[in-house]
């Protein structure tokens, strides 16, 4: 679709709601008065996005006027008649809150209203306090970690093995529906830690931080137009209303051991929040490999097996300060450290069968890969808020610096079963590269109310990003020569610098009581230079411009049940790991490097979603497609190839009996999506939720000549139970069927654990003992891989046998602080799982 067609859509898109305001009927009589709030969870204090607030009549139900909160829980009412009336407010998965209300001539301010959670409603004295394990929202599902017993003494990535509609595979590689192209937000606000190695960056986040998970499927257009899956975020606990509190936390187990604490104090003016912690992780694994390759000589055959041992250890520390100098005017400042290293060891034998004997070949290599990542983040906020009700500008600006290290030493045993002694070696390799660098953002937004029922939202932000890659490789073939010597046809030296300007606004409107609708669109732009080689030229790559419009409309049939109806079109942006192009030789038959002239992706999404509220459980069920033209996908293809998809780097010598594995915009991909997601309280001390997920796959490359189709499925379940005497109970299990991909198939996953918590010293603390996979030492993640010219069978056996032992304290007073403005940059595709930025 050319750009002019997609300004004409936008334009007719932004013109609709004033032609439905035009057309509503004014409002009769002199009604002058007005009433403003802001609806809260009563537990967590955290806003109730879209809450239906009504104004009724001092007796009777039937409804004088109604509004929806916004997404920050804020409401307003104008143009209301003096006199006194009862304020109603409600939402799916709460209960039900009624207060009597005067309406004078002017302002009124009602404060805030808590709604409790429907099981809170039911049984108050029962479990007050306790939120579901997971949280159905209209535009999100809410996982909260901070009440499922097994995370204690966990990270991240731990946490979200369990969230609804995501999957973690024994690589740490996880996945959104499918889909391994998404973003992952840190309180909101983007995390370029998270974007280079999203994989180990996740061990290096203590669960015990975590407060919840929000998954996002069609966010709005005020997100950058990055994660065409959707958006992940982690939601961290934060500090208190008033007083000092803080928690220290200590677990051991044998696949890791951490350290956490936090520290926050409130007095009068001034909020402070801080954390830290530190750990360490073990994880070894097998691997094997099959192929068959098809040359012009013959068949040939690699067999491959290995053992590894991945271990490392991570740092963690976040500071933060809210100052209210004056009503109306807050200013935040929020940084973080995040640090990381670690290592694997491999002894890999290989084995190939070539056509002819002469060239058969057996060795076994030992190679250790090392790496280590250095991230600060800073962020600085001014929020001004207005005497109308809902009616915000805020600024924001943000440095993050993120430099890392690479590289792997191996040596080479020719014809050997096993690794010798250093000193037997046939050959030798060493590799040290680094990936410099860092980003300035800047964002401003503005939300301007019209009345009861209509909400103006617009921004602009600006990226500028730079990062790259140097590395340099040393050989040595002892037969030949004592010391190392560098190969300067194999040096790496590439810079990258990408700035993006986007622009955005969002119309949000009522038609009538029932009918909620946002229409939007953000206009985004480009700009590109690299340098692809020492002492080389940098080179301005084309600048492009995206525009991507999105709306959506929801439909309450009553306060319990809705039916929401979403479009969103987003942007995939390939990050350094897709476009560095070191050249990874460590397994000699199989080399990797990156494609740095990569094209963003360009993704359409539609979906369709009930939601139904009946006492204590929640059910939501929800069709979606998504559609990706240019598609970028990890591809593979022998070196020998005559005509390979993406031209071999010129160190590169084809060989029959070597593969290559890099990136390619070579795929148009369909999901056709149905999930269903159930959380319910069969009885007060008991909490299940439970969500199948199933999927049918096209993927078709015309390029690679192959077009792909299946189902895929999946199913997570977690449930808890509270005992007497201080006791909970919890477990989990996730399944999920092989995937199609482009040129093969993915694996299947299991994973299950379960826990029990003792809750001591007067509800200060906490001991909990986890299992992980107590049945299993091993879960195998098999691939397979069909091509023209090769096919080939690999399984990854990565051990999930654990057991972990937490322990907790919290000391002072409780109560969460008041949420931050936070900048999101989700506009890059990249991380160690290549997470969609």
């Known amino acids: 679709m050319k750009i002019t067609t997609h300004w004409l859509v936008c334009l007719l898109l932004a013109g609709l709601p004033y032609l439905v305001a035009a057309q509503a009927p004014a409002p009769a009589g002199p009604a002058t008065g007005s009433l403003a709030g802001t609806v809260l969870d009563s537990l967590g204090r955290q806003p109730v996005a879209y809450a239906t607030v009504v104004l009724l009549p001092p007796t009777g139900d039937k409804p004088i006027t109604g509004v929806a909160a916004d997404d920050q829980g804020h409401f307003a009412m104008t143009k209301l008649a003096a006199g006194a009336f009862r304020l109603r407010a409600s939402y799916v998965g709460y209960g039900t809150r009624t207060r009597p209300v005067t309406v004078g001539a002017g302002a009124t301010a009602v404060g805030t209203i808590l709604l409790p959670t429907a099981a809170q409603a039911l049984s108050e004295a029962v479990i007050i306090g306790q939120k579901p394990v997971v949280e159905v929202k209209p535009d999100r599902l809410v996982y909260n970690a901070d009440q499922d017993v097994s995370n204690a003494g966990g990270t991240a990535q731990d946490v979200l093995r369990k969230a609804p509609l995501l999957a973690v595979d024994g690589d740490g590689n996880v996945k959104m529906r499918g889909s391994a192209n998404f973003k992952v937000l840190v309180n909101n606000k983007p995390s370029p830690t ?77 909020g402070f929040t801080s954390s830290a912690s530190a750990g360490a992780w073990y994880n070894p694994g097998q691997s094997t490999r099959e192929r068959v390759d098809s040359t012009a000589a013959g068949p040939g055959r690699l067999n491959q097996s290995s053992t590894t041992h991945n271990l490392g250890g991570w740092y963690y520390g976040t500071v933060g300060l809210d100052y209210d100098p004056a009503e109306h005017h807050s200013i935040s400042l929020a940084g973080s450290v995040n640090g990381y290293s670690g290592n694997s060891t491999q002894d890999l034998l290989n084995q190939y069968i070539a056509p002819s004997s002469a060239g058969n070949q057996l060795f076994t290599r030992a190679t250790k890969n090392v790496f280590s990542s250095l991230n600060l983040e800073g962020t600085g906020t001014y929020t001004r808020t207005f005497a109308t009700a809902r009616k915000e500008w805020s600024v924001l600006g943000q440095y993050a610096l993120n430099n890392g290290t690479f590289g792997y030493d191996f040596d080479q045993y020719n014809n050997s079963f096993t690794a010798l002694e250093q000193s037997q070696a046939n050959y030798r390799e ?91 669109g953000r206009l985004e732009r480009t700009a590109i230079t690299a340098r692809f080689g020492p002492g080389s030229a940098e080179v301005e790559l084309p600048t492009y411009l995206s525009l991507l419009p999105n ?80 598609a970028i996908e990890q591809i593979r293809y022998l070196t020998t190839n005559p005509n390979p998809p993406v031209p071999l780097p010129a160190s590169v010598v084809p060989d029959p009996s070597v593969t290559a594995q890099t990136y390619a915009n070579v795929a148009a991909n369909t999901f056709y999506q149905f999930n269903v997601y ?132 919290r000391f002072g007073q409780g109560g969460p602080s008041k949420q931050r403005k936070s900048i999101q940059n989700d506009d890059t595709k990249g991380g160690g799982s290549k997470q969609g930025g």
């Open 194 to 270: 998270l974007a280079r190695n999203l994989a180990e960056a996740l061990k290096s986040i203590p669960a015990e931080q975590i407060k919840s998970v929000e998954i996002i499927t069609t966010p709005s257009a005020k997100y950058d137009g990055e994660g065409t899956a959707g958006i992940i975020n982690i939601v961290l606990k934060k500090g208190v209303d008033q007083g000092l509190n803080g928690r220290v936390g200590l677990a051991s187990g044998n696949r890791n051991t951490n350290f956490n604490s936090a520290l926050n104090f409130k007095k009068g003016k001034i």
């Open 430 to 520: 060493r590799s040290r590269g680094r990936t410099p660098g860092h980003e300035v953002t800047l964002q401003t937004d503005f939300t301007q109310p019209f009345g009861d029922k209509r909400t103006l939202e617009m921004g602009l932000k600006a990226i500028f990003r730079r990062t790259g890659s140097v590395a340099s490789v040393d050989t040595l073939f002892p037969a030949l020569s004592q010391g190392f010597s560098p190969s300067p046809r194999r040096i790496t030296d590439f810079t990258y610098a990408q700035n993006v300007q986007a622009a955005y606004a969002t119309y949000s409107f009522s038609v009538g009581k029932k009918l909620s609708t946002s229409l939007g």
């Open 551 to 630: 709306g959506s409309a929801r439909y309450a049939f009553s306060d319990a049940t809705s039916l929401r109806l979403a479009y969103s079109r987003r942007i995939t942006r390939p990050f350094i790991d897709y476009l560095n192009p070191f050249v990874d030789r460590s397994d000699a038959k199989n080399i990797s490097f990156g494609n740095p002239v990569l094209s963003p992706e360009l993704t359409d999404s539609y979906e369709l979603a009930y939601s139904t509220t009946l006492k204590t459980t929640t059910l939501n069920a929800a069709l979606s497609v998504r559609h990706t033209g240019n």
């Open 678 to 809: 159930l959380s319910a309280k069969p009885t007060p001390k008991w909490d299940f939720s439970a969500g199948p997920d199933v999927q049918y796959i096209v993927r078709n490359s015309p390029t690679l000549g192959i077009e792909r189709r299946g189902f895929a499925g999946g199913v997570n379940v977690n449930t808890s139970y509270k005992l007497n005497k201080g006791f909970t109970v919890q477990a989990f299990a996730f399944a999920s069927t092989p995937m199609p991909d482009i040129q093969g198939t993915g694996p299947a996953n299991l994973y299950y654990q379960m826990g029990v918590k003792k809750t001591l010293l007067k509800d200060k603390a906490d001991l909990t003992l986890n299992f992980a996979s107590p049945f299993n030492a091993y879960w195998p993640y098999r691939n397979t891989t069909t091509t023209k010219y090769f096919t080939e069978t690999s399984e990854y056996r990565a051990y999930q046998r654990g057991f972990r032992l937490n322990f907790s304290y």
